[in-house]
C-alpha cells in the first residue's frame, strides 16, 4: 500500500530555512505527482508546491514561489522540499501527499481529490 513518510519540520525564526522530505513506497513513483499540502489551526487546506516525479516538473503555490524549492531523489523515491526566507504565515502542519498525474495537471495541485497524504505530517513553526 501506499506510504509516505514526512521529515524535517521544526521551529525557526523568520528568515531562517528548513528542508522538509518525504519517502515514499507502494506505488509507481514516477506516474505520480509528490508535494505538500498545508495546513494552518482554523484555515483551510493549501497547496505548497508538487513535482511530477517522472520528468522533475515542479509547481509551486504563489506563497511559495521564489523562497521554496522542491526536487527529487528518484534513486531513493525521496522528494524535499526547501524552504528559505520562512515568514510567520507559514506556520503550519505540513503533509506529503500523492496522487496520479501528469505534467498537463500539476498545476492543479491541491484541487480536487485522489490524494494519499502522509500519517503523520511536519509541523512547521516560524515566529
Known amino acids: 500500500h501506499v506510504q509516505l513518510v514526512e521529515s524535517g519540520g521544526g521551529s525557526v525564526q523568520a528568515g531562517g530555512s528548513l528542508r522538509l522530505s518525504c519517502a515514499a513506497s507502494?506505488?509507481?513513483?514516477?506516474?505520480?505527482?509528490m508535494g505538500w499540502i498545508r495546513q494552518a489551526p482554523g484555515m483551510e487546506r493549501e497547496a505548497v508546491a508538487a513535482?511530477?516525479?517522472?520528468?522533475?516538473?515542479?509547481h509551486y503555490a504563489a506563497s511559495g514561489l521564489g523562497r521554496f524549492t522542491i526536487s527529487k531523489y528518484n534513486a531513493k523515491t525521496l522528494v524535499y522540499l526547501q524552504m528559505d526566507n520562512l515568514k510567520p504565515e507559514d506556520t503550519a502542519m505540513y503533509s506529503c501527499?500523492?496522487?496520479?498525474?501528469?505534467?498537463?495537471?500539476?498545476?492543479?495541485w491541491g484541487r480536487g481529490g485522489g490524494y494519499t497524504f502522509g500519517e503523520q505530517g511536519t509541523q512547521v513553526t516560524v515566529s
Open positions: 513535482i511530477y516525479t517522472g520528468l522533475g516538473r515542479a
Open positions: 507502494g506505488f509507481t513513483y514516477t506516474r505520480n505527482c
Open positions: 501527499a500523492t496522487r496520479r498525474c501528469s505534467p498537463s495537471t500539476i498545476g492543479t
